[in-house]
């Protein structure tokens, strides 16, 4: 099993950026995976996250595949879910995840919310039924009722943080326990 991790937008350099660097050092050190994919040092087009150039990145340059955990944060929830439409992954693991534009100009020029709606259903078919969404309830960027309706629509495991709000620091202990779920 692999891990992929998808920063949220304006996360440059990736490592240096809320919790992401942690994450990786967390699998690592306790034995939960040793293959934890982040790219270096940033995502391509790291401020507007356009689908045109994530998507392929993460298919192509990242490798993802049949035995890949896709972390997404933010707009890389919305990207990881783009990925599952497209890919069998052996999971995804949606943090502060939404699939709309939130009214914002630079997510609506990104190209992940239309002109073609989210396929709900084959982004689970795609992950063998392990979706998990991990929100934060105090999130001041993607509201928690979103992020719950969307884990509703995709039938996923949802953890609810009481304390969290867009998960900009870690630890992240909620996220750990998610990826060790898909083992």
């Not at 994919?37 to 689908?51: A, F, G, K, V, Y």
């Not at 795609?126 to 309830?137: K, P, S, T």
Request: charged share 30%; glycine share 8%.
């Amino acid at each position: 099993m692999n891990v992929i991790v998808l920063p949220g937008s304006g996360c440059a350099p990736t490592r240096e950026c809320n919790y992401y660097h942690w994450l990786e050092r967390a699998l690592v050190d306790r034995g939960i995976v040793a293959d934890v994919r982040i790219t270096i040092p940033s995502m391509p087009d790291p401020h507007l996250c356009r689908r045109n150039v994530w998507v392929p990145h993460v298919e192509r340059e990242m490798r993802c595949d049949a035995s890949s955990v896709v972390v997404g944060h933010s707009s890389g929830a919305v990207c990881a879910m783009r990925v599952a439409e497209r890919n069998a992954l052996r999971g995804i693991v949606l943090v502060a995840g939404d699939d709309d534009d939130l009214g914002d100009a630079d997510e609506r020029a990104s190209g992940y919310f239309g002109p073609d709606a989210f396929d709900y259903d084959k982004i689970h078919e795609n992950c063998g039924g392990r979706v998990e969404c991990v929100i934060g309830a105090r999130d001041s960027l993607v509201p928690a009722e979103m992020q719950r309706a969307l884990a509703v629509k995709l039938r996923a495991r949802e953890t609810l943080c009481e304390r969290r709000d867009h998960f900009f620091t870690p630890p992240a202990e909620e996220i750990v326990d998610a990826i060790v779920r898909m083992l």
